[in-house]
């Protein structure tokens, strides 16, 4: 069972978020979904979910287009997180039309999840805090049983230790019910320990796919420069992440064999190289926004 | 359907229990009517409620599409409360008050007939727009128009009941206005099934509906205005104008939102 999201184009107030996107989602896969903000990643979900009709496009669910079959719908989860009409009802009433609107809704689970985190049961879901609802919404999705799940910045908001549950619920999902999940975040040091690969929602489309063993040609770099000012070429070819005097961490978007000789070269006194994470995919994948960014924050100061 | 049914029902099942309470025996004579007055008003709060609270949007990507969620709605909110007001009148009616039964089914057969019309114009004005206040300010509108346009309405009633027999006089215009009012639902239903969640805020919720829905307004208005006294010379006339555009304006700026841009450089 694969969903395939083919070429969706998507304009809001006569403004293009999403051009062209493609994707697939593979059974028992976690991905990530990473892009700057007003990228357009819930514009995405939105789509996906069936909130919004794309204006080009296809969604496919088991050769069937899945917009037009609502029988497939239950196969699918995802709750919107801002204010919405959960918020005025009960996990206790929640629990009775998830049961009549997923068929496999997993009332036995949803019980003992909501027990275990302590959520009260009676209680209106707009009296719990911020990241007791984004608790809230991530069991009732998973509860669902539905073979896809939409998560729109689950972590946001969970402190430290119900993080660390929430991811665990999230590998159980996925382990025990081979549930596909994608995960929208801005965390992606949180979606590195999470997710088998990341696309990069980036100019309205997905801009590349990416896990971080694939990223071969990106490399991060700890060095010091010996002259007065950092070498010129770096700049050019690379995302400085941080600068202290002399010491620079920089990340490359291509790095080839005459940066590495160039490195090499007398300019440096000391060349290391660092793990890569997403974020310093993501990092190279604007480089040329934070060149412009950078040169214009020189020109300030 | 029946999913749809089941679903809808099961989340606003507490607003569905708001039935009116039983009114006391003095006003047994308007009962229906009034039956219908409140149970109706409790519906489109319901109704706006549902847009303000997103549960729209989350049944957009259930197992119901969106036209058996605009039919649900007709059902549930409509209809149903329609027909429990009359059977409740009824049989009140022949309970406390038999020899007035038949004048009851007759005003409670059309006054029916009327509220289903109307809900029909507000259902699919509210379908079209997106904001709550101008789905208000919509249907005062066009309602309004219709009590201004009473009289004539009367009249081709009257002109097409003057062939039948009495019998039928009482019968044809209900008929009548039902029909109207399910082409109107019918249309409404067409509409829905494509109404996407991004366009909530926006005026005219359906692209190609924009402009004839300005051109609406001015034709409207403009008929009203001019049917008035006094239009017959060239200053009448150009004062009959001045409604109908400003209305058209106004209504143009809220569908389609122009920007303007103040600028003295070259």
Redesign the interface.
């Given at each position: 069972m694969t969903l395939v999201i083919e070429n969706i184009s998507?304009k809001?107030?006569d403004k293009q978020v999403l051009e062209n996107v493609c994707f697939e989602l593979h059974q028992g896969e976690i991905v990530g979904l990473v892009g700057r903000n007003g990228a357009g990643k819930t514009?995405l979900f939105?789509t996906i979910?069936?909130?919004?009709?794309p204006d080009f496009g296809h969604i496919g669910l088991d050769d069937l287009d899945y917009n037009k079959t609502?029988?497939?719908?239950?196969q699918?989860c995802?709750?919107?997180m801002?204010?919405?009409?959960?918020?005025?009802y009960s996990p206790k009433k929640i629990k009775?039309?998830f049961k009549?609107?997923y068929e496999n809704f997993d009332e036995s689970w949803y019980d003992a999840e909501i027990k275990r985190f302590g959520l009260n049961n009676s209680k209106r879901i707009r009296t719990y805090s911020k990241g007791m609802r984004a608790l809230f919404v991530i069991i009732v999705s998973f509860a669902s049983r539905a073979q896809y799940v939409l998560l729109d910045e689950p972590l946001d908001g969970l402190d430290v230790l119900i993080r660390d549950q929430v991811k665990q619920l999230i590998v159980n999902q996925v382990t025990q019910h081979n549930t596909t999940i994608l995960i929208a975040s801005h965390n992606l040091i949180e979606l590195d320990t999470l997710v088998d690969r990341i696309l990069l929602l980036k100019n309205q489309t997905i801009d590349r796919t990416f896990a971080i063993e694939d990223n071969k040609n990106i490399k991060k770099y700890q060095l010091a420069f010996t002259g007065e000012e950092l070498p010129r070429f770096l700049r050019e070819s690379g995302t400085i992440i941080a600068q202290t005097g002399h010491i620079v961490t920089i990340v490359f978007n291509d790095f080839s064999e005459e940066l590495g000789i160039k490195l090499a070269g007398p300019e440096f006194k000391f060349v290391e190289e660092l793990q890569i994470s997403s974020e310093d995919v993501f990092r190279a994948s604007f480089a040329e926004e934070a060149f412009s960014w950078q040169q214009e924050l020189e020109v300030d100061a | 359907m029946r999913q749809a049914l089941k679903l809808y029902t099961t989340i606003r099942k507490n607003q569905f229990m708001l039935i009116p309470g039983m009114p006391n025996q003095d006003i047994v004579d308007a009962l229906g009517p009034e039956l219908i007055v409140i149970w109706l008003i409790i519906a489109i709060i319901v109704f706006l409620n549902d847009q303000s609270r997103r549960l729209d949007t989350w049944l957009y990507t259930q197992n119901i599409s969106r036209g058996q969620l605009f039919v649900t709605r007709v059902i549930l909110l409509v209809v149903l409360p329609i027909m429990v007001a009359n059977v409740v009148d009824i049989g009140l009616t022949a309970a406390l008050q038999p020899h007035t039964l038949l004048d009851a089914l007759n005003v409670d057969i059309t006054v029916s007939a009327n509220i289903f019309f109307m809900s029909s114009l507000f259902v699919v004005i509210a379908t079209i727009i997106g904001p709550n206040w101008l789905k208000a300010a919509g249907t005062i509108f066009t309602l309004g128009l219709l009590a201004l346009a009473g009289p004539t309405i009367k009249l081709f009633f009257k002109s097409i009941s003057s062939s039948m027999t009495s019998h039928f006089e009482g019968v044809i215009q209900p008929i009548i206005t039902m029909v109207v009012a399910l082409f109107i639902f019918a249309v409404g239903h067409y509409l829905a099934q494509n109404i996407s969640d991004d366009t909530v805020d926006e005026a005219v919720r359906v692209h190609y509906l924009k402009w004839p829905i300005v051109i609406f307004v001015f034709i409207a208005t403009l008929m009203k205005t001019m049917s008035s006294p006094g239009r017959s010379s060239f200053d009448g006339f150009l004062l009959g104008l001045v409604l109908p555009i400003i209305l058209a304006i106004v209504t143009f700026i809220f569908v389609f939102k122009p920007t303007f841009k103040v600028t003295w450089d070259k």
């Open positions: 998507k809001i107030q514009t939105g979910a069936g909130e919004l009709l609502t029988r497939l719908h239950d699918l995802y709750v919107d801002p204010e919405n009409w959960l918020h005025y009775t039309i009549l609107a | -």
